[in-house]
């Protein structure tokens, strides 16, 4: 049975993939900050901008593989952002949350990845981080996300050599609290379109830029 790991599983998207991960058959585990008040008890309590947190999770996981770990946890940030009312406190903030906190978790997860079967890594991104893509606006979440898959693409060069497959992903523009309710994509739709892609990765994939749809997304 493989594993899957998603961080951010308490609602959205992170919730549906773990559903559909756990409908399918797969070891699932779900983690979120406080999984008591989102209802999940089960859940393995992680706080992705802890760093006790984390170091607590990777010793509760110590020898356990993840086959496929999906760093999911992130947030919009300031949506308004323009020069002359930047909230640079918020920006920082954003960046621990949707740059530094995916990296600190596949560190500490790097050997339980690296145990699996699969030694997958999928960081959830945006087509927003791309910058051949950048219509302006949202300073916050554009480049937090082009830093995530900066970042990832060193990950991936770092972990080529043991056999790893880590990817960005955009999920869509999807129906979450952060996309809004007419948004594209339903979180349905959007959960099986990633777990499409990544049943389907190869080595070759290996440090690329994926739409939930399959297609490739330019930096």
Not at 111 to 129: E, H, L, P, W, Y
Not at 188 to 209: C, E, H, K, W, Y
Request: net charge negative; hydrophobic share 40%; charged share 20%.
């Amino acid at each position: 049975m493989p594993t899957v790991l998603i961080t951010g599983a308490s609602r959205g998207i992170g919730k549906a993939l773990a559903d559909q991960y756990e409908g399918d058959g797969w070891d699932v585990i779900r983690t979120c900050r406080d999984p008591k008040g989102a209802g999940i008890p089960d859940a393995l309590k992680l706080d992705v901008t802890d760093h006790d947190d984390v170091c607590d999770a990777a010793e509760a996981l110590s020898g356990r593989p993840i086959d496929v770990l999906i760093n999911n946890a992130g947030v919009i940030g300031q949506r308004d952002a323009a020069l002359g009312s930047i909230d640079y406190r918020l920006w920082e903030e954003t960046f621990r949350i949707n740059t530094l906190a995916p990296i600190r978790v596949a560190e500490a997860l790097v050997a339980n990845v690296a145990a699996s079967d699969r030694k997958t890594m999928v960081f959830i991104s945006s087509v927003m981080g791309s910058i051949a893509r950048n219509a302006g606006g949202h300073y916050l979440y554009r480049s937090t996300k082009a830093a995530l898959n900066a970042a990832m693409v060193s990950v991936s060069q770092e972990l080529t050599p043991r056999g790893f497959i880590c990817i960005s992903m955009h999920p869509g523009w999807v129906q979450t609290e952060m996309g809004g309710p007419t948004a594209a994509v339903t979180v349905p739709d959007s959960a099986t379109g990633i777990r499409r892609v990544v049943a389907g990765l190869q080595s070759s994939d290996n440090g690329r830029f994926y739409d939930y749809d399959g297609a490739e997304i330019p930096w």
